[in-house]
């Protein structure tokens, strides 16, 4: 990246200004993956209900880094690495929204499943799983910051951790499923949790696609397998 | 679908042909080393972008191409440019026809002392391009409908060409030196004094003349560069730092020279 200032300073301040906004929505979106998590485990439902209420600031923060983006745009004409940074700002707004609105559905889903019985056995795998997503979102972030290719490379390959652990959860609760019917609903909606913090895991991979574009003008190769295998793999057939 | 896959590759594949081939050129004005070493060169039928910080050398490398720089007493040129390989500099070649084949728009409007209709008429008169009258008045208004002043001079054609504003000599200039359809045309900031409306007129003919011309141009609008050519050569001190396709300067240039000029970093 270009380390050498703008002859017009206002133009790195507009550069400097939406990346602010992206890291602001970052820190917000850590938080709101935490919290819906240990409100999940702890069944707080006050916890919960502030995670929904606190997407709105995210979805605000998206709206504003749009019309910004397109202020720069206009006014600046970006071209080259420019280019890539309001591009990239873009897109992961876009990605940071989406995780946003799955950690308001785990809310969601946490004070349904507060007035059920508890499933033992799956909150530990589910907070695991959430937290691995939250440090790649973090190191994404900071990936992003530091224009770092290796690192968003690293995070990157780890994405398939988080599919193996959907894979695992996803038998579990078959399984609880089968054994007593009565725990179906609550299996249900642990299930759409642990889908959602896979899809959390998407978003963050996208982000580090993005690092690597930013730096380099190229997207990165398919490198990384896809590893949720639930909608294919026949050994469920005997689970 | 299968067809136009193909077309498609095969248009990449295919090496486009050269209109001008410029090898090892050097260009020194007195002791100034003004092109140093510069090999380029430019397809046929596209257009080629020149940028680069003022005092880089492309107006110098630009009148190479048609012989303007002769006229220059203290100037010098060395190595070929070739012009669909034939070398524009040998003894055999009359500047003069070779200027006629590679017409030029000046970075500063320079109407003859004339009416604004004989400035257009020069040119195809005494190349013999039109048998008679009529022939010769409609060559006027397609050159002056073209450089998109036709509608603001079409009442007062025998009037000094001098009397226009900046702009519209800047596109009469224009219209005269599309009167002898060249083969190649070189424009040195052609816009540089017009207003945003006459400038995308000059960038709408400037895609139109690339069906049948090569044009070269030269411009200090980074934008104007990415919206009308196919090429872009970077200049920085009398060398040729980058040159590619325009698309590929503007998203993600090879050279952190280019990158900095491009964005205006102080480079
Ligand atoms: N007629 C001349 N006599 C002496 N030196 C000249 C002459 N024309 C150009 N030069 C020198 O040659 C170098 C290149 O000038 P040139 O006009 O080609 O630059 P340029 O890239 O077209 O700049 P600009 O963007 O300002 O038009 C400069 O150092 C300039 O001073
Ligand atoms: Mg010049």
Redesign the pocket.
């Known amino acids: 990246m270009m380390d050498q200032e703008h002859i017009a300073s206002a133009f790195d301040r507009d550069l400097e200004g939406v990346q602010a906004l992206i890291m602001q929505m970052g820190g917000l979106v850590e938080t709101a993956i935490s919290d819906a998590a240990r409100a999940l485990e702890m069944r707080d439902t006050e916890l919960a209900e502030q995670v929904r209420r606190n997407d709105k600031l995210i979805d605000a923060l998206e709206e504003q880094v749009a019309s910004e983006v397109a202020r720069v745009i206009a006014v600046r004409a970006p071209t080259a690495g420019d280019l890539r940074t309001v591009l990239s700002v873009l897109k992961i707004s876009g990605n940071l929204e989406r995780m946003g609105d799955y950690a308001k559905n785990l809310g969601k889903r946490t004070s349904v499943l507060s007035e059920m019985p508890a499933i033992t056995g799956t909150g530990g795998a589910l907070r695991r799983m959430t937290q691995l997503v939250n440090v790649m979102l973090k190191d994404a972030l900071d990936a992003y910051i530091q224009r770092d290719v290796e690192l968003a490379e690293d995070v990157r390959q780890r994405d398939s951790e988080v599919d193996q652990m959907y894979n695992a959860l996803f038998r579990e609760f078959l399984t609880h499923m089968m054994e007593d019917p009565r725990n179906i609903t609550a299996c249900m909606h642990l299930h759409f949790i642990a889908k959602n913090v896979e899809r959390m895991g998407d978003h963050v991979t996208s982000i580090c696609e993005q690092v690597v574009y930013l730096v380099t003008g190229d997207m990165p190769d398919e490198g990384r397998e896809k590893q949720d295998r639930t909608s294919t793999d026949s050994a469920l057939g005997k689970v | 679908m299968l067809d136009t896959t193909q077309t498609l590759l095969t248009e990449r594949t295919m090496s486009k042909d050269i209109k001008i081939s410029a090898k090892g050129v050097d260009v020194f004005?007195g002791d100034?080393h003004?092109i140093k070493n510069v090999d380029l060169e430019i397809e046929n039928k596209a257009v080629t972008a020149f940028i680069?910080p003022?005092?880089?050398?492309?107006?110098?490398f630009l009148r190479c191409i048609n012989r303007m720089n002769d006229t220059?007493d203290?100037?010098r040129v060395t190595g070929d440019i070739l012009l669909e390989g034939q070398d524009i500099y040998a003894k055999s070649v009359d500047p003069v026809q070779l200027r006629a084949r590679v017409g030029m728009v000046f970075?500063k409007p320079n109407p003859f002392p004339k009416s604004i209709y004989d400035n257009v008429a020069y040119g195809p008169t005494i190349h013999g391009l039109a048998k008679n009258k009529a022939e010769l008045d409609e060559i006027v208004e397609q050159s002056l409908r073209r450089a998109a002043i036709w509608d603001e001079v079409k009442d007062r054609l025998h009037q000094p060409g001098t009397g226009l504003s900046g702009g519209q000599q800047q596109r009469l200039c224009i219209g005269r030196a599309i009167a002898t359809a060249p083969e190649v045309l070189l424009m040195d900031e052609p816009c540089s004094a017009l207003d945003p409306i006459a400038t995308a007129q000059v960038e709408e003919l400037i895609d139109d003349l690339r069906q049948n011309y090569t044009v070269v141009i030269?411009t200090?609008s980074m934008q104007q560069a990415a919206r009308v050519s196919q090429k872009t050569a970077f200049?920085h001190l009398g060398n040729v730092v980058e040159y590619g396709d325009t698309n590929k300067i503007f998203t993600n240039p090879e050279d952190s020279r280019t990158e900095s000029y491009i964005t205006g970093r102080i480079g």
């Open positions: 004005y100034t003004a680069g003022s005092g880089c050398g492309k107006s110098t220059i203290i100037c970075q030269v200090h200049f």
